[in-house]
């Protein structure tokens, strides 16, 4: 029976956070942690298609989490690797679930492999339209930011745009999430009050939902939690 919620975001947008803590709590190594957050990431895509959300973005590797330790970094890129891997191997499974993928953040830096592979899983994935999943990886709010705006003033440099004509729309249109809509909704599992360089300028108006949970633990119930909640607040969005 599918689940009915009064009011369901159109985009949730998920840090992922938790993951080290919890292989810490367990006496294991911080990569046993990431390695059950990933699957937790594949149960709650595959959820928020289920229940109707059109847009979700998941926070997986930031611009900063390249000063972790070798170590960690390296498993990290193993598991995007593994995942992407199995993305190609269940190509049909993902067509007909009818995901949209897309990988937000700078390719620089990235393994030379796993940004071929994101390139081919984003391809393949063009043309579907049921849920749109957002995986940003090396990436930073202020970055994103950065990269609009220089889009901008090599313009105003090139004499094709004047700095009076700018607008808050050319910005958001030279976003890694250029043609989607800003998050409705933003959750942070892990107890951390703080969005840690995540869309910054998407989420000028998100309702943001901190819950104790750490990723590894997260279920669609938690999920569900942070959705009502997310219906019984009044969205005013600078009114009364």
């Known amino acids: 029976m599918e689940k009915k919620f009064e009011n369901l975001?159109?985009?949730?947008?998920?840090?992922?956070?938790?993951?080290?803590?919890?292989?810490?709590?367990?006496?294991?190594?911080?990569?046993?942690?990431?390695?059950v957050g990933a699957e937790v990431f594949r149960n709650i895509c595959q959820y928020c298609s289920d229940i109707g959300i059109k847009y979700v973005t998941f926070y997986a590797f930031s611009t900063e989490n390249w000063k972790r330790s070798k170590m960690e970094v390296t498993a990290i890129m193993n598991l995007l690797r593994k995942y992407l891997d199995e993305m190609q191997e269940r190509y049909l499974e993902n067509e007909e679930a009818g995901y949209h993928i897309r990988f937000i953040g700078s390719r620089e830096g990235m393994p030379k492999d796993i940004v071929k592979l994101m390139d081919s899983v984003e391809e393949k994935s063009d043309d579907k339209k049921k849920t749109y999943i957002n995986i940003a990886v090396n990436y930073g709010g202020r970055d994103e930011i950065v990269h609009s705006v220089k889009a901008l003033a090599k313009k105003v440099k090139e004499g094709t745009l004047n700095p009076d004509d700018i607008t808050e729309d050319m910005i958001s249109d030279g976003l890694y999430t250029a043609g989607q809509p800003d998050p409705d909704l933003i959750i942070r599992p892990s107890g951390e009050y703080r969005l840690s360089n995540y869309l910054l300028w998407q989420s000028a108006y998100s309702e943001i939902y901190i819950d104790d949970v750490l990723w590894p633990d997260y279920t669609p119930a938690d999920l569900d939690r942070a959705i009502e909640e997310y219906g019984r607040r009044n969205r005013r969005f600078g009114g009364v």
Request: proline residues 4%; glycine residues 14%; without cysteine.
């Open 9 to 35: 975001p159109e985009h949730i947008a998920i840090i992922m956070d938790g993951n080290g803590r919890w292989a810490k709590q367990r006496g294991l190594k911080r990569t046993e942690g990431h390695k």
